[in-house]
């Protein structure tokens, strides 16, 4: 099957639907919340489209924050926070996997931390990428509060605890302060930023009545006296420090504090003994987000690389529990993580249990090694497309934000939204020879993958893994490029570092050349190549919570073979971002700029050719939320939340769509599609307003010289003449005799057969042949646009603009 790529009289109709046995589950998930996507209330009429609406760009269940605690009658819950948009609240019977209760957080996309006190009241908290809410839910009543306190302008609030005296300790980003919410009177009292060189307070514990306070990317560990307000620096010892930034998790358990620290090996556990003031030797690597259990007959327990493991807080030694031989381990193995986790002394020993981002809930009984997996109903909400990309299949590949593991395909031939597994945050897609690749985060990696029998992200290898932390420092990843036998890739630095890099990795064997600060101080946001040339753009801005160190971006040229710089230089004062750069089939290099400006550039210099403004101006650091490319014979891309054209020929500009663009692309038969807050759109051209309709059959010469003639299911005999300023549009249709199109302004033909001659020359707007058969020769020649089109059989020779798209 193939898209029409004539004009079509008003939407076309596709229905959503998910992979496999997802069907069911999503349809009752989204028959329980309605979103509505605010694009529609934005769009702007152009005379050429339509759009029309798809449906979520990716749906999906992510639980970034659990609690395992009882309901109003004391049987057992979890309570878990679903990051989307919006975020979710649930309660689930974690035995049966049953929804008890489940609410939107409106106007909050991520969830914080869950935490329940002695009255059995649930604090939790949730934000945006402006602002955090606290709340309190009442299992009883089933009530949400947001409990609307000054919190003083921080944007996150990270891991809550609560004393015995009910008080709510938690820590702040971005002034790294720790406050204290008294749940009996609802005061909330500041402690204060806990140092100047860190804007994080991502952890906090309670030990022994003080309150223990964790910083980053600058690591700082304090112990805080919540009466008085005094805090005392710790300094761990060097093997528990090396190449930590980052306090992210503490827990007290009897004599012991459970420290995780990052990046480290990734995500580490350091442990100290609080009566002999002593920091163990063995620092426990790779222990991930999960906290650690309560002590369960002298043992704790958490993750090792997604492997439960135990640790005798007597010996100080850890031990394997089997999970990594249970088939429970197995089943779970593409899941994204698991972000709480608790353990409980059954009738025949330990069984622990946690909840997966997919909504999974585990059970495992540690003396039997036999496990449970329950699917729990957690309400799952729209996610917005984080990022877009073609795979080699022609199909549009979007990656979520901070997932469970979610991507989503659009099929090039239906139309229809396939949700797919990725990884949990996919930077940037692109083609690489027949296999697609995806770049996460965190970490700065790249995964590649073969999609001809559907993409399979356990199958997907991952080539690249920069890391946080020395050597590389890097962790971000939002431009590739393809050439040759390997992969260019463009990355952001760790947070609060600058110096991006240049690493150039050859998929086949994983060797890679890394090239940091190609130039000095800057991220590498965009990348295309052409001809052995590397053509690249650089963001001022390093990793979060670091400081620029220049004032303007640069574009740069990289020769591939020499793997040395052949240029670089700033375009603009005012630009601090060049967001995208492509190539266009002629071979000049077009480039997007934070301010709304395009420029042109010289292949083989690098000189500016034309500066082109557009006026759409893009606030994100990274060059995120922008796209650009060539189709159509027109450069399309999206900026400061609008999808335009620009014409190569006299570089006018127009806005298609204007506002609520996130992300675009063209897949490959020629459909656009976008991404708005949540929902993808097909941007469909509109029906020509046809000046004169010719069906059925013509005998004699026919002369078109004037407006615009639809050819549709029509017999001609005799030669068909296109003249100056007229445009023809041919579907279904045959021709006895030639074609001969000169000067004219659109030219699109489909599905119809030729016997004679077709010539096509110097046309001033779109020239498009699709699945026809012509049987003569086919002539395009200076045409003012690439013609588009493909799978045309011609018995004739081909010659000029039209070669390409002959089988």
Known sequence: MTKSILPVPGPTRRRLVAAGASVGLLATLMGGMAHADPLRAELTDHPDFEVEEVGPAIFTTNVRSGEFGVDSDGAEVVYALSNGEPATFSVVDPNTGERLHAQTLEDYELGGFLTQADDGQVYFTARTGSYAGLFQFDPESEEITNLDVDLQGQRVLYDGAIDEKG???????????????????????????????????????????EVWAGTGPVPHLFRLDPDTGETTEMFPPDHVMDNADWFIGLEHRDDHVFVRLSPRGGFDMAVYHLEEERWLDEVIEGTFDTPVS????????????????????????????????????????????????????????????????????????????????????????????????????????????????????????TGEIDHIRGPKQGDAIITHDDQLVVSSYPGAGVHIGPVADGWQWGQAQEVLHLDRGAPYYQDRIFAMASMDEQIAVGSVPDYGQVGGALTVVDPRTGDYDFHRDVVEGQSIVSLAHHDGVLYGGTSIHGGIDSSPVADAAEFFLWDVDSAALISSEVIDEDVSIINQVTVDSSGLVWALT?????FTADPETGEVLDRIETGLATGNNWGRTTSLYEHDGWVYGNAGSSLFRINPDDHEVETIVDGGVRESAVDGTGQIYFAGSTNVYALNATAPACDETITGTHNGPLTLDEDTTCIVDATLRGPLTVDDGASVYMENSSLNGPFNASGAQDVVIEDSTFNGPVKIQESTGTVALEGNEISGPLSCTENARTPQGGQNTVSGPTGGQCAELVE
């Open 167 to 209: 008080v709510l300790y938690f820590g702040t980003y971005p002034d790294a302060m720790v406050m204290g919410y008294d749940t009996n009177t609802g005061e909330l009292h500041d402690y204060g930023s806990l140092t100047d060189d860190a804007a994080y307070v991502f952890s906090l514990g309670l030990v022994d009545g």
């Open 594 to 598: 934070n301010t709304g400006l395009v």
């Open 294 to 413: 309560d002590v369960i007959d002298g043992k704790v327990y958490f993750l090792v690389d997604d492997v439960l493991t135990g640790f005798d807080v007597e010996s100080e030694t850890t031990f394997s529990t089997g999970f990594e031989d249970s088939w429970l381990w197995q089943e779970m193995s593409e899941a994204v993580g698991t972000y709480a986790l608790t353990a409980v002394d059954g009738e025949d020993g330990p069984i622990v249990t946690g909840i997966n981002t997919d909504g999974e809930v585990w059970h495992y009984h540690v003396e039997s090694q036999e496990g449970e997996l329950v699917h729990a109903d957690v309400l799952g909400s729209p996610a917005g497309a984080h990022s877009m990309g073609v795979g080699p299949d022609g199909a549009v590949y979007m990656g979520a934000y901070l997932s469970s593991g979610a991507m989503s395909r659009i099929d090039p031939q």
